[in-house]
Protein backbone atom coordinates (compact mmCIF):
# COMPACT_ATOMS: atom_id res chain seq x y z
CA UNK A 1 0.00 0.00 0.00
CA UNK A 2 2.65 2.42 0.82
CA UNK A 3 4.97 1.77 -2.25
CA UNK A 4 1.60 2.14 -4.46
CA UNK A 5 0.40 5.45 -2.63
CA UNK A 6 4.21 6.62 -3.04
CA UNK A 7 3.65 6.03 -6.64
CA UNK A 8 0.59 7.43 -7.48
CA UNK A 9 1.27 9.76 -4.75
CA UNK A 10 0.02 13.28 -7.12
CA UNK A 11 -2.86 12.04 -8.05
CA UNK A 12 -4.40 10.54 -4.68
CA UNK A 13 -4.04 14.07 -3.14
CA UNK A 14 -5.39 15.87 -5.79
CA UNK A 15 -8.67 13.24 -6.12
CA UNK A 16 -9.21 13.51 -2.63
CA UNK A 17 -9.00 17.56 -2.55
CA UNK A 18 -11.59 17.69 -4.84
CA UNK A 19 -13.44 14.94 -3.18
CA UNK A 20 -13.75 16.86 -0.05
CA UNK A 21 -13.96 20.10 -1.68
CA UNK A 22 -16.87 18.82 -3.42
CA UNK A 23 -18.51 17.20 0.05
CA UNK A 24 -18.38 20.24 1.75
CA UNK A 25 -19.83 22.67 -1.02
CA UNK A 26 -22.88 20.55 -0.99
CA UNK A 27 -23.30 20.30 2.60
CA UNK A 28 -22.59 24.44 2.68
CA UNK A 29 -24.96 24.68 -0.05
CA UNK A 30 -27.90 22.33 1.47
CA UNK A 31 -27.26 22.97 5.81
CA UNK A 32 -25.27 25.99 6.31
CA UNK A 33 -24.08 26.78 9.81
CA UNK A 34 -24.54 30.43 9.55
CA UNK A 35 -26.01 33.04 7.12
CA UNK A 36 -23.38 34.34 4.05
CA UNK A 37 -22.65 37.89 4.96
CA UNK A 38 -21.24 37.96 1.40
CA UNK A 39 -22.13 37.12 -2.16
CA UNK A 40 -20.40 33.86 -2.56
CA UNK A 41 -19.41 34.80 -6.64
CA UNK A 42 -17.49 38.08 -5.42
CA UNK A 43 -15.75 36.03 -2.66
CA UNK A 44 -14.94 32.78 -4.61
CA UNK A 45 -13.68 35.22 -7.32
CA UNK A 46 -11.19 36.51 -5.20
CA UNK A 47 -10.71 32.90 -3.06
CA UNK A 48 -9.68 31.38 -6.37
CA UNK A 49 -7.35 34.58 -7.52
CA UNK A 50 -5.43 34.36 -4.58
CA UNK A 51 -4.46 30.72 -4.98
CA UNK A 52 -3.81 30.65 -8.47
CA UNK A 53 -1.55 33.85 -8.05
CA UNK A 54 0.15 31.84 -4.57
CA UNK A 55 0.51 28.63 -6.40
CA UNK A 56 2.08 31.04 -9.35
CA UNK A 57 4.75 32.18 -7.28
CA UNK A 58 5.53 29.12 -4.98
CA UNK A 59 6.10 27.30 -8.60
CA UNK A 60 8.56 29.97 -9.87
CA UNK A 61 10.31 30.84 -6.70
CA UNK A 62 10.51 27.25 -5.02
CA UNK A 63 12.37 24.81 -7.52
CA UNK A 64 11.43 21.54 -5.22
CA UNK A 65 8.32 20.62 -3.74
CA UNK A 66 7.60 18.89 -0.26
CA UNK A 67 7.70 15.12 -1.67
CA UNK A 68 11.21 14.89 -3.90
CA UNK A 69 12.70 16.89 -0.80
CA UNK A 70 11.66 14.13 1.65
CA UNK A 71 13.06 11.58 -0.88
CA UNK A 72 16.23 13.45 -1.31
CA UNK A 73 16.62 14.42 2.06
CA UNK A 74 16.06 10.23 2.90
CA UNK A 75 18.94 9.35 0.03
CA UNK A 76 21.24 11.70 1.89
CA UNK A 77 20.37 10.67 5.86
CA UNK A 78 19.50 14.40 6.39
CA UNK A 79 16.87 15.28 9.29
CA UNK A 80 16.59 13.23 12.83
CA UNK A 81 14.08 10.34 11.76
CA UNK A 82 16.88 9.73 8.59
CA UNK A 83 19.49 9.37 11.69
CA UNK A 84 17.46 7.72 14.60
CA UNK A 85 16.82 4.27 13.27
CA UNK A 86 13.02 3.29 13.58
CA UNK A 87 10.52 1.28 12.67
CA UNK A 88 8.55 2.42 9.01
CA UNK A 89 5.55 2.73 10.86
CA UNK A 90 6.52 5.16 13.79
CA UNK A 91 8.56 6.89 11.40
CA UNK A 92 5.15 7.86 9.31
CA UNK A 93 3.59 8.81 12.63
CA UNK A 94 6.12 10.82 14.12
CA UNK A 95 6.63 12.55 10.85
CA UNK A 96 2.63 13.34 9.93
CA UNK A 97 2.74 14.96 14.09
CA UNK A 98 5.74 17.01 12.61
CA UNK A 99 4.20 18.17 9.84
CA UNK A 100 1.11 19.25 11.92
CA UNK A 101 3.29 20.63 15.09
CA UNK A 102 5.26 22.57 12.13
CA UNK A 103 1.87 24.00 10.84
CA UNK A 104 0.50 25.00 14.41
CA UNK A 105 3.64 26.87 15.18
CA UNK A 106 3.93 28.60 12.04
CA UNK A 107 0.34 29.53 12.93
CA UNK A 108 1.42 31.11 15.87
CA UNK A 109 4.03 33.46 13.93
CA UNK A 110 1.65 34.66 11.55
CA UNK A 111 -0.23 36.41 14.61
CA UNK A 112 2.66 36.78 16.92
CA UNK A 113 4.87 38.86 14.37
CA UNK A 114 3.36 42.02 13.17
CA UNK A 115 5.54 41.76 9.64
CA UNK A 116 3.52 38.15 9.47
CA UNK A 117 0.61 39.30 10.54
CA UNK A 118 0.32 41.82 6.99
CA UNK A 119 -0.14 39.19 4.88
CA UNK A 120 -2.41 36.56 7.17
CA UNK A 121 -5.09 39.16 7.66
CA UNK A 122 -5.95 38.73 4.09
CA UNK A 123 -6.84 35.04 5.21
CA UNK A 124 -8.88 36.65 8.52
CA UNK A 125 -10.76 39.51 6.11
CA UNK A 126 -12.97 37.36 5.21
CA UNK A 127 -16.61 38.05 6.40
CA UNK A 128 -17.97 34.36 5.66
CA UNK A 129 -16.15 31.66 6.55
CA UNK A 130 -16.22 28.76 4.26
CA UNK A 131 -14.36 25.99 2.34
CA UNK A 132 -13.14 28.80 -0.09
CA UNK A 133 -11.56 30.62 3.42
CA UNK A 134 -9.08 27.44 3.19
CA UNK A 135 -7.57 28.93 0.18
CA UNK A 136 -8.15 32.76 0.71
CA UNK A 137 -4.22 33.39 1.44
CA UNK A 138 -2.32 36.50 0.15
CA UNK A 139 0.75 35.16 -2.74
CA UNK A 140 3.64 36.57 -0.02
CA UNK A 141 1.80 34.11 2.72
CA UNK A 142 1.85 30.99 0.41
CA UNK A 143 5.71 31.55 -0.34
CA UNK A 144 6.82 31.93 3.18
CA UNK A 145 4.07 28.91 4.49
CA UNK A 146 6.09 26.67 1.88
CA UNK A 147 9.63 27.38 2.63
CA UNK A 148 8.82 26.57 6.40
CA UNK A 149 7.26 23.83 5.48
CA UNK A 150 9.88 22.68 3.25
CA UNK A 151 12.60 23.24 6.23
CA UNK A 152 10.56 21.35 8.52
CA UNK A 153 10.58 18.48 6.08
CA UNK A 154 14.49 18.67 6.03
CA UNK A 155 14.99 19.41 9.40
CA UNK A 156 12.74 16.37 11.16
CA UNK A 157 13.93 13.67 7.90
CA UNK A 158 9.96 13.21 7.52
CA UNK A 159 9.97 10.36 5.39
CA UNK A 160 8.35 10.65 1.89
CA UNK A 161 5.46 8.35 2.74
CA UNK A 162 4.66 10.66 5.67
CA UNK A 163 4.57 13.69 3.87
CA UNK A 164 2.25 11.95 1.14
CA UNK A 165 0.00 11.45 3.92
CA UNK A 166 0.66 14.67 6.28
CA UNK A 167 0.14 16.99 2.92
CA UNK A 168 -2.92 15.19 2.14
CA UNK A 169 -4.92 15.63 6.10
CA UNK A 170 -3.43 19.14 5.74
CA UNK A 171 -5.22 20.02 2.90
CA UNK A 172 -8.50 17.85 3.89
CA UNK A 173 -8.56 19.39 7.43
CA UNK A 174 -8.03 22.83 6.25
CA UNK A 175 -10.54 22.51 3.84
CA UNK A 176 -13.13 20.52 6.41
CA UNK A 177 -11.94 23.02 9.43
CA UNK A 178 -13.13 26.03 7.39
CA UNK A 179 -16.26 24.70 6.13
CA UNK A 180 -19.67 26.62 6.88
CA UNK A 181 -21.27 23.70 8.43
CA UNK A 182 -22.51 21.82 11.65
CA UNK A 183 -21.91 18.61 13.06
CA UNK A 184 -24.78 16.72 15.13
CA UNK A 185 -23.70 18.36 18.93
CA UNK A 186 -23.03 14.46 20.43
CA UNK A 187 -20.86 14.15 18.02
CA UNK A 188 -18.87 17.57 17.97
CA UNK A 189 -18.13 17.28 21.20
CA UNK A 190 -16.51 13.82 20.64
CA UNK A 191 -14.93 14.49 17.23
CA UNK A 192 -13.24 17.69 18.66
CA UNK A 193 -11.23 15.76 21.15
CA UNK A 194 -9.54 13.96 18.07
CA UNK A 195 -10.00 16.22 14.82
CA UNK A 196 -10.27 19.86 14.58
CA UNK A 197 -13.80 20.93 13.50
CA UNK A 198 -15.28 23.47 12.11
CA UNK A 199 -17.24 24.72 14.74
CA UNK A 200 -13.61 24.56 17.06
CA UNK A 201 -11.90 26.60 14.37
CA UNK A 202 -14.56 29.36 13.32
CA UNK A 203 -13.54 31.15 16.86
CA UNK A 204 -10.03 31.09 15.16
CA UNK A 205 -12.10 33.61 12.66
CA UNK A 206 -14.01 35.77 15.43
CA UNK A 207 -13.09 39.85 15.04
CA UNK A 208 -12.53 39.39 18.64
CA UNK A 209 -8.59 39.92 18.62
CA UNK A 210 -8.77 37.67 21.76
CA UNK A 211 -10.72 35.27 20.31
CA UNK A 212 -8.91 34.83 17.15
CA UNK A 213 -5.69 34.21 18.89
CA UNK A 214 -7.19 31.09 19.65
CA UNK A 215 -7.48 27.25 18.17
CA UNK A 216 -4.42 27.80 15.51
CA UNK A 217 -4.63 23.92 14.99
CA UNK A 218 -5.40 22.40 11.78
CA UNK A 219 -5.25 18.40 12.17
CA UNK A 220 -4.92 17.72 16.11
CA UNK A 221 -6.73 19.82 18.89
CA UNK A 222 -4.24 17.95 20.50
CA UNK A 223 -1.55 21.49 20.43
CA UNK A 224 -4.24 23.73 21.45
CA UNK A 225 -4.58 21.89 24.39
CA UNK A 226 -0.91 21.09 25.05
CA UNK A 227 -0.07 25.30 24.49
CA UNK A 228 -3.07 26.59 26.45
CA UNK A 229 -4.61 27.92 23.49
CA UNK A 230 -7.70 26.19 23.22
CA UNK A 231 -10.77 28.45 23.46
CA UNK A 232 -14.66 26.45 23.54
CA UNK A 233 -16.74 28.44 22.15
CA UNK A 234 -17.03 32.49 21.32
CA UNK A 235 -18.82 34.64 23.63
CA UNK A 236 -21.48 35.37 21.34
CA UNK A 237 -22.14 31.89 20.08
CA UNK A 238 -21.52 30.40 17.20
CA UNK A 239 -24.27 32.22 14.76
CA UNK A 240 -23.94 35.53 16.81
CA UNK A 241 -20.21 35.97 16.53
CA UNK A 242 -18.83 38.77 14.35
CA UNK A 243 -16.45 37.05 11.42
CA UNK A 244 -13.68 38.76 9.76
CA UNK A 245 -11.37 42.12 10.69
CA UNK A 246 -13.26 44.72 12.68
CA UNK A 247 -11.44 47.41 10.69
CA UNK A 248 -11.89 46.23 7.42
CA UNK A 249 -15.64 45.81 6.91
CA UNK A 250 -16.24 47.96 3.96
CA UNK A 251 -16.99 46.76 0.36
CA UNK A 252 -13.76 48.73 -1.15
CA UNK A 253 -11.97 46.74 1.52
CA UNK A 254 -12.64 43.25 -0.22
CA UNK A 255 -11.46 43.70 -4.08
CA UNK A 256 -8.57 41.92 -5.41
CA UNK A 257 -6.30 44.92 -5.70
CA UNK A 258 -6.94 45.90 -2.54
CA UNK A 259 -6.48 42.49 -0.94
CA UNK A 260 -3.38 42.22 -2.56
CA UNK A 261 -1.72 45.86 -1.39
CA UNK A 262 -2.88 46.04 1.61
CA UNK A 263 0.27 44.11 4.06
CA UNK A 264 2.31 46.78 2.41
CA UNK A 265 -0.17 49.50 3.31
CA UNK A 266 1.45 51.92 6.23
CA UNK A 267 0.17 51.17 9.52
CA UNK A 268 0.09 53.00 12.96
CA UNK A 269 1.77 50.76 15.88
CA UNK A 270 -1.55 50.75 17.45
CA UNK A 271 -2.87 48.59 15.02
CA UNK A 272 -1.06 45.58 15.93
CA UNK A 273 -1.43 46.27 19.89
CA UNK A 274 -3.86 43.21 19.89
CA UNK A 275 -1.73 41.14 18.56
CA UNK A 276 -0.55 38.97 21.68
CA UNK A 277 -1.46 35.62 23.63
CA UNK A 278 -3.41 35.67 26.93
CA UNK A 279 -4.53 32.58 29.03
CA UNK A 280 -8.11 32.07 28.25
CA UNK A 281 -10.21 33.01 31.64
CA UNK A 282 -12.23 29.87 32.84
CA UNK A 283 -14.96 32.49 33.57
CA UNK A 284 -15.25 33.51 30.07
CA UNK A 285 -15.20 29.78 28.98
CA UNK A 286 -17.89 28.86 31.08
CA UNK A 287 -19.85 32.04 29.80
CA UNK A 288 -19.22 31.28 26.54
CA UNK A 289 -20.33 27.42 26.70
CA UNK A 290 -23.56 29.08 28.52
CA UNK A 291 -24.26 30.84 25.21
CA UNK A 292 -26.65 29.73 22.82
CA UNK A 293 -25.55 28.32 20.02
Known amino acids: MGDWLLEHHAGVQSSLLIAIVACVLLWETWLPRRAFAVPLGRRWFNQLALWTMGSLVVRLAIPVVSFSLAVWAQREGWGLLNIVALPP ?3 LLLGVLAIDLGLYTQHRLWHAVPFLWRFHQIHHSDLDVDCG ?3 RHHPVET ?3 QTLELAVIAAVGVPPLAV ?4 SLTGIASLFNHGNVALPPACE ?5 LIVTPDMHRVHHSADFAESNRNFANILPLWDHVFRTYQRE ?3 GQTQMLLGLAEARATRDFSLSELLALPFRPRSAATYADIRLEPVRADAQSAAAAKPQ
Open 234 to 236: PML
Open 89 to 91: SLA
Open 133 to 135: TAI
Open 189 to 193: RVLRW
Open 143 to 145: LIT
Open 164 to 167: VVGV
